[in-house]
């Protein structure tokens, strides 16, 4: 049976790889690692962020001892890769083009490259999923926004509406995370147009920072990646249906960048993706793939996505109507 092989060159490729593609998942949940693949994370009930007990002292007094424990739940990381093909005569004749000095190409580092950036948009896809679903959130942090009260309304009131979410969060959040089509229709909106503007404007666009110093956020996260609907490539298929992977949604969210373990911080964030080890790349020996043999290029990842303070996190469903799936032609 064929091993796989890890290659330090490969995984070091995988672990450094920064895709073109703006993707925010580490801006949403960031990496925290763990030491095994089972793994504790601190659960804080809501009243440890209330309690105070009377810290005053006698003379001959012991001060009041605070507890830090939290309850834990246990969780398993999980096993995410994909392989991709790397036929020897590839590898043989880039060799050969490298030693004339006609090309500097290297099918590994292509490969490797290649699969490391569909691995990171399947991550991309896993966070997008958990941040922008109701069911992550508290009843009493979560709204629809449907009709007149939709952002790409001129009648709307957006900032009214994340204000009083605001207000309504234990914990001020620190992001406003949106897609690219929910940003669009906030910018436009003739109430924030008019509110960074002035009294006379009803039309523009808003900026980030505008926007940003408006609401009193420390960062607005906006999501452009695209997705298609199917879930496997086809090259026969007349036309492809994408998705704007993030949706016509809106998250406020208190993300605490100095959380560095999932136990133990006496820190609140709304969540982390927990990653035992690092990206890993090697190969599986593959003696059939074409006339000279080949290998399989493989890209790896143990992680898990987890929301450990729900409370930490407002939802706006729907915030603006939801765009119609796009039908591009898949023909040259």
Not at 101 to 120: A, K, L, R
Not at 154 to 172: F, G, K
Not at 191 to 209: D, M
Request: charged letters at 20%; a negative charge.
């Amino acid at each position: 049976m064929a091993k796989f092989v890890v290659n330090a060159v490969w995984s070091g490729i995988s672990e450094a790889y920064k895709p073109e593609s703006t993707y925010i998942a580490d801006e949403v949940l960031p990496i925290v690692p763990v030491a095994a693949e089972l793994f504790n994370c601190d659960y804080y009930p809501i009243e440890s962020l209330l309690v105070a007990p009377d810290n005053r002292v006698g003379r001959l007094d012991r001060p009041v001892m605070l507890d830090f424990e939290a309850k834990q739940r246990q969780f398993k990381t999980e096993d995410y890769a994909y392989d991709a093909p790397l036929p020897n005569w590839d590898v043989e004749q880039a060799e050969q083009q490298r030693i004339g000095q006609n090309s500097g190409f290297n099918p590994e580092d292509y490969v490797v490259q290649g699969v490391t950036e569909i691995h990171t948009l399947r991550r991309e896809i896993r966070v997008a999923n958990l941040v922008f679903n109701p069911a992550t959130y508290l009843p009493t942090q979560r709204q629809v926004v449907a009709g007149p009260s939709q952002w790409t309304s001129p009648t709307s009131r957006p900032i009214d509406q994340i204000m009083t979410a605001i207000n309504a969060m234990l914990i001020r959040p620190n992001r406003l995370v949106l897609s690219r089509e929910t940003w669009t229709g906030l910018s436009r909106n003739p109430q924030v147009v008019e509110a960074v503007k002035g009294t006379a404007a009803k039309e523009g666009v808003a900026s980030l920072q505008q926007v940003q110093e408006l609401l009193e956020i420390q960062k607005i996260v906006v999501g452009d990646s695209w997705k298609s609907v199917s879930e496997r490539q086809d090259l026969e298929r007349a036309s492809a249906n994408i998705n704007r992977l993030w949706g016509a949604h809106a998250a406020l969210l208190h993300v605490n960048p100095n959380v560095r373990t999932t136990t133990g911080s006496n820190l609140y964030t709304f969540g982390m993706t927990a990653r035992w080890g690092m990206k890993k790349s090697g190969w599986v020996e593959d003696p059939f793939m074409g006339a000279r043999g080949g290998r399989v290029a493989r890209v790896l990842e143990h992680c898990l996505e987890v929301v450990s303070a729900p409370m930490c996190g407002y939802f706006f469903e729907n915030a603006v109507a939801p765009a119609a799936t796009l039908n591009l032609s898949n023909v040259m």
